[in-house]
């Protein structure tokens, strides 16, 4: 997760001077490398991660003890290698209880190689702070790390206890259960008025989506029966900007990811970041942004990240959220966030991970959104984003059906071409079987309406068999008689958009709801 650099160099009044000021003191002298490998390989991964941040960091310490000034570019590598040692710092696994059944030998070296990697991050992360603040200072303390062998107590607790190891991540490729009692609780409902839809049907494969802006290269691809996707591509200060402009006070943002080439070598540091953002150019805010990054590495649990800037003078959250994610995350997971005011939530599927009460600390400055990625393996591990949807909030939909005696909703998704629902339809659901438990006499008349894609006779009786899938929920999810349910279908016949467009298609594909 990259730091933004503007709010970093404004009160430091220039980006030169905190290289400097430290120019008269002597470099400290350089951990050495681990030769060779324990063989156990959340070790092996931890120390090899944790050198690779401490090599980068050490390189523009020797800079600033020259009294060399870093460029743009070389600063914006120093503040990502500082979110990434936080990270992995933070979130890395209780890795010692790998060593459990080794041979005395190899626990012996795998506990050396731990702490010579913890003392390379507790020097990385001081180091890191002190350049981009200005205070670099030295101590005799530094001078030999090699013989610093203190460790607090809070340091050697970060990576004793049991394992948090996933070594189910292969056996099951499905993360949707066909129980849908597990949905009763789901609270997720989404915006009302459509405000942007992307799902990369009608962009060329190979070529740069249509509706979207970047600084640097990614493609539409096509996989197997998945239909379209855009491949986003790993960088530091790469930034990927859909044509969302304007946000609203209260909206809500959907979309799939796929990912390809995961496994126990993904880095601890590889994350997925969506943007809040108060510009459309590639950083992550000039004076305002907020930003959320989902973990992608797969040989520890590591936590979703939160951070929030504003008024160019800092935020009150950065936060790592403690979450495991990582069988959903090889399995295709649908993410949804609700913005209402100052509220963030995020969910994967049908679980909540984020509900952060007064995140969005200055109400309608954040008007753009953003996404980036960072330290996947080039070539070797992919992410793919589609059916990417944002839409304004703000209409309560049990209000509108008491109020008005209907209500139609786009939020209601089925797997395509199908009447099987989509786990994050249940908020909606939900709120409806709501109206009806409040008011026993309401009989409902559910109607469902499909876009122009097919055969009119196709259609027609997909928009039946949805309408009776939505039924079909309310009574064995909530509860409501079926005798207060009606059904029917009117298939591609009464749009209410351009059937021609992604985004008229998503309009016209939904489902109503009639008080009889």
Same mark, same amino acid.
């Given at each position: ?20 000021? *430290? ?136 990576? *004793? ?61 096509? +996989? ?52 809040? *953002? ?77 509900? +952060? ?67 994050? *339809? ?91």
């Amino acid at each position: 997760m990259k730091l933004s650099t503007n709010g970093l160099r404004l009160p430091l009044l220039g980006v030169a001077v905190f290289f400097i000021i *430290s120019h008269s003191y002597a470099q400290t002298k350089q951990l050495k490398r681990p030769k060779s490998k324990v063989n156990l390989s959340s070790v092996d991964n931890f120390v090899t991660q944790s050198f690779d941040l401490y090599d980068k960091v050490y390189k523009y310490d020797g800079y600033a003890a020259a009294g060399t000034p870093l460029d743009d570019n070389d600063i914006d590598v120093l503040e990502d290698a500082l979110d990434d040692l936080s990270g992995l710092s933070d979130s890395a696994p209780d890795i010692l209880s790998d060593i459990d059944g080794a041979s005395v030998l190899k626990q012996a070296k795998a506990t050396l190689q731990i702490n010579k990697a913890k003392k390379a991050l507790s020097y990385s992360i001081k180091t890191a702070k002190e350049l981009l603040l200005g205070q670099r200072e030295r101590d005799e303390t530094e001078d030999d790390p090699e013989n610093n062998t203190s460790t607090s107590d809070e340091e050697s607790n970060s990576s *004793s206890g049991s394992s948090n190891e996933n070594d189910d991540t292969e056996e099951d490729n499905s993360n949707i259960s066909d129980d849908l009692e597990i949905y009763s609780k789901f609270d997720y409902v989404p915006g009302d008025k459509l405000l942007f839809f992307d799902d990369f049907s009608q962009d060329y494969v190979g070529d740069f989506p249509s509706k979207w802006n970047t600084n640097a290269s990614g493609e539409v691809v096509k +996989i197997g029966d998945k239909g379209n996707w855009f491949e986003l591509k790993t960088g530091y200060g790469v930034y990927y900007i859909p044509d969302v402009k304007d946000l609203p006070e209260d909206y809500t943002i959907e979309f799939d990811l796929l990912t390809k080439g995961l496994g126990r070598q993904t880095s601890s540091t590889a994350r997925f970041h969506i943007i809040l *953002s108060d510009n459309n150019t590639f950083n992550d805010g000039l004076a305002h942004y907020a930003k959320i990054n989902i973990p992608l590495g797969q040989y520890g649990a590591f936590g979703f990240r939160a951070k929030n800037y504003f008024n160019r003078g800092g935020g009150s959250i950065n936060t790592d959220i403690k979450a495991d994610i990582r069988k959903a995350v090889l399995n295709q997971p649908h993410i949804a966030i609700s913005v209402t005011k100052k509220r963030f939530r995020l969910w994967v599927n049908e679980t909540k991970y984020v509900d +952060i009460p007064r995140f969005i600390e200055e109400e309608n400055v954040l008007k753009y959104l953003k996404f980036h990625l960072n330290n996947l393996k080039d070539n070797e591990e992919h992410l793919f984003i589609s059916n990417l949807k944002v839409a304004e909030g703000g209409v309560d939909l049990r209000r509108e059906l008491l109020s008005k005696g209907k209500v139609s909703t786009n939020g209601i998704l089925f797997d395509s071409g199908s009447a099987k629902i989509k786990a994050q *339809s249940y908020g909606i659901i939900r709120q409806i079987s709501q109206v009806l438990m409040q008011d026993e006499s309401i009989k409902l008349n559910i109607i469902g309406h499909t876009d122009a894609d097919g055969s009119d006779s196709v259609n027609l009786e997909l928009s039946k068999n949805r309408a009776n899938a939505v039924k079909e929920a309310l009574i064995k999810v909530y509860k409501i008689s079926g005798n207060r349910l009606q059904t029917d279908g009117k298939g591609e016949t009464q749009p209410v958009d351009d059937n021609s467009t992604a985004k008229g298609k998503a309009q016209n594909r939904r489902v109503e709801f009639v008080k009889i």
